[in-house]
């Protein structure tokens, strides 16, 4: 029962509550986290075009797993992407082989790897999750369920990654060291494992993420990386958050990396700091081979927070919301931390 003294508490505190909300609007200040939603990130600079496309199912309160599967879907038919999608690098064989995953808010997912002939591997992925009782389909049986499903088969290999292929093919040097052969992915870029990953939280705070490459450039025929690897290339929670990979894949398995990361901030970590602690495993693990590669991780919590980290420079990450159109952001790193100090 209510009397005077609990009514005098009650009437102050939300005054005080309604004081603070002003003066947070004013300043720009989130007060809740449904002040941060919808929201949309996503790897690499060609993560700006992809948030644009997640953007516009976002802002009419569409689904996030609708938003992510369109997003992503911009760089893989991006013929100027060598690294994602249909323009992707062949492997050592001349064959065009691409992965992907999916996950949505209820813990579904979908995956396909080393999949050829059809140029949305996404979109296949969310079939395997929606229309199968299986999580992943590789190879020829990928791309026959694609097909079965209506979507065409086509050629991928294009003029300008035959090209790359046979100038690579003059030495074709096998060398065991990771991202060695993927120089010819970004001219200027060292390090090139592009995946883009993406992960999107939508009005009604439920989040979703997916991820698609074309893997290392030259690789071995039937190599499949991280990317299509639920808990390695892609991992959500939706009671905690989601966390997505880049960079060398066989690394980011070993310490199934997106899973660490998620299960991190539900230990109250932030998405910055979960990224850099499973940066900094990798390294511990391996300091020798951390040297020559690169792995990057992005995450976002249920409040919208996010974050990232890599081994090397160079690594950045758009976002996407109401406040911040057409962000690049770039992403800290453990080489760069080291030169600081």
């Not at 009419?60 to 690098?89: F, Q, S």
Request: net charge positive; charged share 25%.
């Amino acid at each position: 029962m209510y009397n005077r003294r609990k009514f005098i508490k009650l009437t102050a505190l939300t005054a005080s509550v309604a004081t603070l909300s002003k003066y947070a609007t004013a300043k720009n200040i989130p007060t809740v986290p449904g002040d941060r939603l919808p929201i949309v990130i996503s790897t690499w600079d060609f993560g700006v075009a992809a948030n644009k496309e997640a953007w516009k199912t976002l802002e009419k309160g569409g689904r996030a797993l609708d938003a992510v599967e369109a997003g992503v879907k911009i760089p893989e038919a991006d013929m100027k992407n060598h690294t994602v999608g249909r323009a992707g690098y062949p492997d050592r064989d001349g064959r065009v082989t691409l992965d992907a995953c999916i996950m949505d808010e209820f813990g579904n997912c979908g995956s396909v790897a080393a999949m050829e002939n059809i140029a949305h591997p996404i979109t296949v992925a969310r079939l395997v999750m929606e229309k199968t009782p299986h999580v992943m389909l590789v190879g020829d049986g990928a791309t026959q369920f694609a097909v079965e499903q209506g979507i065409k088969k086509e050629k991928l290999l294009t003029p300008e990654s035959e090209k790359a292929w046979k100038k690579w093919l003059v030495k074709a040097q096998y060398s065991p060291k990771m991202n060695i052969e993927n120089e010819q992915h970004r001219p200027g870029s060292k390090y090139n494992h592009d995946t883009i990953g993406m992960l999107a939280i939508d009005a009604k705070g439920n989040i979703s993420g997916a991820c698609t490459t074309s893997g290392m450039a030259f690789k071995l025929h039937g190599r499949v990386g991280d990317s299509p690897i639920i808990g390695a290339g892609l991992f959500v929670d939706n009671e905690v958050g989601g966390a997505t990979s880049t960079g060398v894949g066989e690394e980011v398995i070993r310490n199934v990396g997106s899973f660490l990361v998620v299960e991190l901030m539900r230990q109250g970590y932030s998405p910055r700091d979960a990224c850099k602690e499973a940066v900094h495993r990798i390294i511990k693990k391996k300091p020798e081979i951390a040297k020559e590669i690169q792995v990057g991780f992005l995450a976002i919590n249920k409040k919208g927070e996010y974050g990232a980290y890599a081994i090397q420079e160079g690594f950045s990450f758009a976002v996407c919301d109401k406040n911040k159109q057409d962000l690049l952001i770039p992403g800290e790193s453990y080489y760069k931390d080291i030169k600081k100090n």
